[in-house]
Protein backbone atom coordinates (compact mmCIF):
# COMPACT_ATOMS: atom_id res chain seq x y z
CA UNK A 1 0.00 0.00 0.00
CA UNK A 2 2.73 2.14 0.88
CA UNK A 3 4.49 1.59 -2.72
CA UNK A 4 0.85 2.93 -4.41
CA UNK A 5 0.67 6.03 -2.25
CA UNK A 6 3.83 6.90 -3.51
CA UNK A 7 3.87 6.44 -6.57
CA UNK A 8 0.71 8.43 -7.03
CA UNK A 9 2.28 10.90 -4.86
CA UNK A 10 4.87 11.34 -7.42
CA UNK A 11 2.52 11.55 -9.91
CA UNK A 12 0.79 14.32 -8.18
CA UNK A 13 3.99 16.17 -7.99
CA UNK A 14 4.41 15.70 -11.65
CA UNK A 15 1.53 17.04 -12.98
CA UNK A 16 2.13 20.14 -10.61
CA UNK A 17 5.50 20.85 -11.92
CA UNK A 18 4.10 20.40 -15.48
CA UNK A 19 1.25 22.92 -14.64
CA UNK A 20 3.55 25.49 -13.34
CA UNK A 21 6.07 25.30 -16.27
CA UNK A 22 2.89 26.00 -18.73
CA UNK A 23 1.97 28.58 -16.88
CA UNK A 24 5.37 30.29 -16.67
CA UNK A 25 5.97 29.77 -20.32
CA UNK A 26 2.28 31.34 -21.35
CA UNK A 27 3.40 33.92 -19.35
CA UNK A 28 6.57 34.61 -20.92
CA UNK A 29 5.07 34.22 -24.03
CA UNK A 30 2.21 37.22 -23.31
CA UNK A 31 5.23 39.46 -21.71
CA UNK A 32 7.47 39.43 -24.69
CA UNK A 33 4.64 39.82 -26.83
CA UNK A 34 3.05 43.17 -25.17
CA UNK A 35 7.19 44.62 -24.86
CA UNK A 36 6.94 44.28 -28.99
CA UNK A 37 3.08 45.89 -29.25
CA UNK A 38 1.82 42.56 -30.79
CA UNK A 39 -1.70 41.32 -29.22
CA UNK A 40 -1.38 39.11 -26.27
CA UNK A 41 -2.58 35.57 -26.44
CA UNK A 42 -3.61 34.30 -23.55
CA UNK A 43 -3.66 37.73 -20.67
CA UNK A 44 -2.59 41.18 -19.98
CA UNK A 45 -1.26 39.53 -16.81
CA UNK A 46 -2.17 42.35 -14.73
CA UNK A 47 0.51 45.05 -17.34
CA UNK A 48 -2.81 46.02 -19.72
CA UNK A 49 -2.76 46.76 -23.25
CA UNK A 50 -3.70 50.05 -23.93
CA UNK A 51 -4.83 50.22 -27.67
CA UNK A 52 -5.78 52.37 -30.49
CA UNK A 53 -8.42 54.82 -29.12
CA UNK A 54 -10.04 56.47 -32.40
CA UNK A 55 -10.11 60.40 -32.57
CA UNK A 56 -13.55 61.71 -32.90
CA UNK A 57 -14.79 64.74 -34.36
CA UNK A 58 -14.18 67.79 -31.32
CA UNK A 59 -11.91 66.17 -29.56
CA UNK A 60 -9.63 68.65 -27.84
CA UNK A 61 -6.04 68.58 -28.00
CA UNK A 62 -4.46 69.85 -24.95
CA UNK A 63 -0.80 69.88 -23.67
CA UNK A 64 -0.41 68.83 -20.36
CA UNK A 65 2.81 68.63 -18.12
CA UNK A 66 3.41 65.35 -15.84
CA UNK A 67 6.35 64.60 -13.22
CA UNK A 68 7.36 61.21 -13.43
CA UNK A 69 10.04 59.00 -12.02
CA UNK A 70 12.08 56.83 -14.46
CA UNK A 71 12.24 53.52 -12.42
CA UNK A 72 14.13 51.08 -14.51
CA UNK A 73 15.56 51.18 -17.79
CA UNK A 74 14.40 48.00 -19.35
CA UNK A 75 17.01 48.10 -22.11
CA UNK A 76 14.84 46.94 -24.61
CA UNK A 77 13.82 48.02 -28.05
CA UNK A 78 10.56 47.96 -29.96
CA UNK A 79 10.07 46.20 -33.17
CA UNK A 80 11.11 49.64 -35.27
CA UNK A 81 14.01 50.36 -33.47
CA UNK A 82 12.77 53.85 -32.51
CA UNK A 83 11.97 53.27 -28.69
CA UNK A 84 13.26 52.01 -25.53
CA UNK A 85 11.09 50.39 -22.99
CA UNK A 86 11.00 52.18 -19.34
CA UNK A 87 9.34 51.27 -15.96
CA UNK A 88 7.88 54.85 -15.06
CA UNK A 89 5.47 55.93 -12.41
CA UNK A 90 3.73 59.15 -11.50
CA UNK A 91 5.35 61.14 -8.65
CA UNK A 92 2.30 61.09 -6.68
CA UNK A 93 1.65 57.72 -7.08
CA UNK A 94 2.93 54.01 -6.38
CA UNK A 95 2.10 51.92 -9.49
CA UNK A 96 4.70 51.98 -12.56
CA UNK A 97 3.73 50.88 -15.66
CA UNK A 98 5.82 50.04 -19.02
CA UNK A 99 6.74 52.67 -21.27
CA UNK A 100 7.96 53.02 -24.55
CA UNK A 101 10.06 56.32 -25.50
CA UNK A 102 11.74 58.04 -28.47
CA UNK A 103 15.21 56.86 -28.11
CA UNK A 104 16.49 60.55 -28.81
CA UNK A 105 15.92 60.86 -25.11
CA UNK A 106 18.47 59.37 -23.04
CA UNK A 107 16.65 58.42 -19.39
CA UNK A 108 18.29 57.33 -16.57
CA UNK A 109 17.24 55.22 -13.86
CA UNK A 110 15.97 56.70 -10.37
CA UNK A 111 15.50 59.98 -12.01
CA UNK A 112 12.82 62.98 -11.96
CA UNK A 113 11.52 64.01 -15.34
CA UNK A 114 8.70 66.54 -16.67
CA UNK A 115 7.34 65.32 -19.58
CA UNK A 116 5.30 67.92 -21.52
CA UNK A 117 2.52 65.96 -23.76
CA UNK A 118 -0.04 66.59 -26.84
CA UNK A 119 -2.64 64.47 -27.17
CA UNK A 120 -6.49 64.20 -26.77
CA UNK A 121 -7.87 65.56 -23.77
CA UNK A 122 -9.79 62.18 -23.16
CA UNK A 123 -6.48 60.35 -22.75
CA UNK A 124 -5.44 61.91 -19.72
CA UNK A 125 -8.53 61.11 -17.86
CA UNK A 126 -9.08 57.08 -19.36
CA UNK A 127 -8.67 54.61 -16.69
CA UNK A 128 -8.17 57.48 -13.40
CA UNK A 129 -5.23 58.80 -15.33
CA UNK A 130 -3.33 55.31 -16.32
CA UNK A 131 0.00 56.82 -17.12
CA UNK A 132 -0.13 54.27 -20.09
CA UNK A 133 -2.73 55.70 -21.74
CA UNK A 134 -1.22 59.32 -21.98
CA UNK A 135 2.21 57.42 -22.81
CA UNK A 136 0.36 55.67 -25.72
CA UNK A 137 -2.55 58.25 -26.76
CA UNK A 138 -0.35 61.13 -26.65
CA UNK A 139 3.41 62.66 -28.20
CA UNK A 140 5.91 63.56 -26.25
CA UNK A 141 6.90 67.17 -27.02
CA UNK A 142 9.79 67.25 -24.53
CA UNK A 143 11.58 65.96 -21.34
CA UNK A 144 13.55 68.02 -18.75
CA UNK A 145 15.41 66.42 -16.44
CA UNK A 146 14.67 68.04 -12.84
Known amino acids: MNGKKS ?3 KIIILIV ?3 IAVFAHIYLIDMERLFHDEDVLFSTWGQGSVGIIPMEDGDDIVTEKRTCTIVENL ?3 DTTGEYNYYVVKNIDEDNPVVVKI ?3 YELQA ?3 YEFEF ?3 KKAYYLNNDDMRY ?3 LCEIINIKQL
Do not use: L, Q, R
Open 134 to 136: IFE
Open 75 to 77: EKE
Open 102 to 104: DKK
Open 17 to 19: IVA
Open 118 to 120: SGP
Open 110 to 112: NTN
Open 7 to 9: YIT
